[in-house]
């Protein structure tokens, strides 16, 4: 993009804010990927793809993996209708976040920072770090649960080589913007094909599962079942996916018009709604697999991963059953290394416009989540991992509610939207699934807080 357009697209979408676009979100891939303009539906399509398959990645993180295997192991398939509404949640989010960052030129980082006071953007940077580190937390222990049970690495010596990823991410970063979505893509297509294979051998009950995903009143009735779903709703939602949606949609050359604004806005929101149903077929697959096996041989206790996979060779009568189970974990944790390092760069700069270069950005992140990891696992081995792991998702669902109010506000906000503000039908179910969300996550925090 020339100064000249970088300098008509800041005045113009600097209206309904205090002070206008220093500098574009994610500066070095800022439109960098080309849009063909007389070029077929399907072409344009192509070419806005891959944003969404980078957020989905956060939906199916090692975080959400214990809640899913808890809730198939004690309920069956009963829960299926809370993956489909939590995802159907995710949809509706995650476009606003889509559209914000297409209108307006800002990331959600960004626009927080022009809007709010000083001290108040400060205290949602500091939250929106703790979150990303919190996140990171999930993913470090996923890598080195994988690691030990794939290659038999001690639990302490997995944590430690997770930091080495901060080469890869390096790595793909300077290889451009699209090698990042490759890499994403194919480790979600590594994890659907190995959940699709551990379905077959599986063979659940077609019927029960499509039973599942209609909702019933004994999810809300049973204190048990409750407590799991809400777990179920609280792992999925990400705070920093809204911020780093927000963004990389900005990544797309696309015209900075009215209708080629209201273009790029179609194209991905459907880029991210076919890339959550994968996020949709691969939490649902962990839990029908969990409810097919499990549940079936009245194994209702299962919840940590580790038990899982050295289960599931015996109850499946084959050691593919595990390998697969293993392999799609590790690809899980890797996969959401990729996306969190990207959320944090998006964050640090957008909120308190400080620039480091990535990999030290990536280390910084890495050792914070590293450190606490290694100190837990030294003291109280795979029992005190696995309860860290539970407690990144209790950090992340305190974070929260900082990330969807500022979306939902914004968004329908008609000085800083203009002509593309929420319908107010779109603005009445969005503070009704925030309410919902952030009311559930308190609970959950509740819950969590007086079991301790």
Same mark, same amino acid.
């Given at each position: 993009?020339?100064?000249?357009?970088?300098?008509?697209?800041?005045?113009?979408?600097?209206?309904?804010?205090?002070?206008?676009?220093?500098?574009?979100?994610?500066?070095?891939?800022?439109?960098?990927?080309?849009?063909?303009?007389?070029?077929?539906?399907?072409?344009?399509?192509?070419?806005?793809?891959?944003?969404?398959?980078?957020?989905?990645?956060?939906?199916?993180?090692?975080?959400?993996?214990?809640?899913?295997?808890?809730?198939?192991?004690?309920?069956?398939?009963?829960?299926?209708?809370?993956?489909?509404?939590?995802?159907i949640m995710a949809?509706?989010?995650?476009?606003?976040?889509?559209?914000?960052?297409?209108?307006?030129?800002?990331?959600?980082?960004?626009?927080?920072?022009?809007?709010?006071?000083?001290?108040?953007?400060?205290?949602?940077?500091?939250?929106?770090?703790?979150?990303?580190?919190?996140?990171?937390?999930?993913?470090?222990?996923?890598?080195?649960?994988?690691?030990?049970?794939?290659?038999?690495?001690?639990?302490?010596?997995?944590?430690?080589?997770?930091?080495?990823?901060?080469?890869?991410?390096?790595?793909?970063?300077?290889?451009?913007?699209?090698?990042?979505?490759?890499?994403?893509?194919?480790?979600?297509?590594?994890?659907?094909?190995?959940?699709?294979?551990?379905?077959?051998?599986?063979?659940?009950?077609?019927?029960?599962?499509?039973?599942?995903?209609?909702?019933?009143?004994?999810?809300?009735?049973?204190?048990?079942?409750?407590?799991?779903?809400?777990?179920?709703?609280?792992?999925?939602?990400?705070?920093?996916?809204?911020?780093?949606?927000?963004?990389?949609?900005?990544?797309?050359?696309?015209?900075?018009?009215?209708?080629?604004?209201?273009?790029?806005?179609?194209?991905?929101?459907?880029?991210?709604?076919?890339?959550?149903?994968f996020a949709l077929?691969?939490?649902?697959?962990?839990?029908?697999?969990?409810?097919?096996?499990?549940?079936?041989?009245?194994?209702?206790?299962?919840?940590?991963?580790?038990?899982?996979?050295?289960?599931?060779?015996?109850?499946?009568?084959?050691?593919?059953?595990s390998i697969l189970?293993?392999?799609?974990?590790?690809?899980?944790?890797?996969?959401?290394?990729?996306?969190?390092?990207?959320?944090?760069?998006?964050?640090?700069?957008?909120?308190?416009?400080?620039? &480091?270069?990535?990999?030290?950005?990536?280390? =910084?992140?890495?050792?914070? @989540? %590293? !450190? #606490?990891? +290694?100190?837990? $696992?030294?003291?109280?081995?795979?029992?005190?991992?696995?309860?860290?792991? &539970?407690?990144?998702?209790?950090?992340?669902? =305190?974070?929260?509610?900082? @990330? %969807? !109010? #500022?979306? +939902?506000?914004? $968004?329908?906000?008609?000085?800083?939207?203009?002509?593309?503000?929420?319908?107010?039908?779109?603005?009445?179910?969005?503070?009704?699934?925030?309410?919902?969300? %952030?009311?559930?996550?308190?609970?959950?925090?509740?819950?969590?807080?007086?079991?301790?």
């Amino acid at each position: 993009m020339t100064d000249q357009h970088h300098e008509a697209v800041a005045s113009e979408q600097g209206k309904g804010w205090r002070k206008g676009i220093t500098q574009p979100s994610l500066q070095e891939v800022h439109s960098s990927m080309r849009v063909p303009k007389n070029a077929s539906k399907f072409r344009k399509f192509l070419a806005f793809a891959g944003p969404g398959y980078l957020v989905a990645v956060g939906y199916m993180d090692p975080g959400n993996w214990a809640t899913d295997l808890a809730g198939g192991s004690q309920f069956g398939y009963t829960l299926l209708s809370v993956i489909l509404l939590s995802n159907i949640m995710a949809m509706f989010l995650q476009a606003l976040a889509g559209k914000l960052g297409i209108v307006t030129g800002r990331d959600l980082a960004q626009a927080c920072r022009d809007h709010y006071s000083k001290p108040v953007a400060m205290v949602l940077w500091v939250l929106c770090e703790i979150a990303i580190a919190a996140c990171d937390l999930a993913e470090v222990i996923g890598s080195a649960i994988a690691l030990n049970l794939l290659f038999g690495i001690p639990l302490l010596y997995g944590v430690l080589i997770t930091a080495i990823d901060v080469l890869l991410v390096l790595f793909l970063q300077n290889k451009g913007f699209r090698y990042i979505e490759a890499i994403v893509i194919a480790l979600i297509g590594t994890i659907g094909v190995c959940f699709g294979v551990e379905i077959l051998l599986a063979q659940p009950q077609i019927s029960e599962i499509m039973q599942g995903f209609i909702p019933r009143t004994e999810v809300v009735t049973n204190p048990a079942m409750l407590y799991i779903a809400i777990g179920i709703i609280g792992a999925t939602v990400m705070p920093h996916n809204l911020y780093l949606h927000s963004s990389i949609v900005q990544t797309r050359d696309f015209e900075r018009t009215q209708t080629g604004k209201r273009e790029a806005i179609q194209y991905a929101r459907l880029d991210s709604t076919i890339a959550l149903f994968f996020a949709l077929f691969i939490n649902a697959s962990i839990l029908i697999l969990s409810a097919s096996t499990f549940h079936q041989a009245g194994m209702t206790d299962i919840a940590e991963i580790g038990d899982a996979y050295y289960l599931l060779t015996p109850v499946l009568g084959t050691t593919a059953a595990s390998i697969l189970f293993g392999v799609a974990l590790l690809a899980s944790g890797q996969n959401s290394t990729l996306t969190g390092t990207l959320a944090g760069q998006i964050v640090m700069e957008g909120f308190i416009h400080f620039r &480091i270069t990535p990999w030290l950005r990536r280390l =910084i992140t890495r050792l914070i @989540a %590293i !450190v #606490p990891t +290694v100190i837990v $696992t030294a003291l109280y081995g795979e029992k005190g991992t696995t309860e860290l792991l &539970i407690l990144s998702q209790v950090i992340l669902s =305190i974070q929260l509610p900082f @990330a %969807i !109010v #500022p979306l +939902v506000q914004f $968004t329908s906000s008609k000085a800083k939207m203009g002509e593309f503000v929420n319908k107010k039908w779109v603005t009445a179910i969005a503070w009704l699934i925030s309410g919902v969300i %952030i009311a559930l996550n308190i609970f959950l925090i509740y819950q969590t807080v007086t079991q301790l």
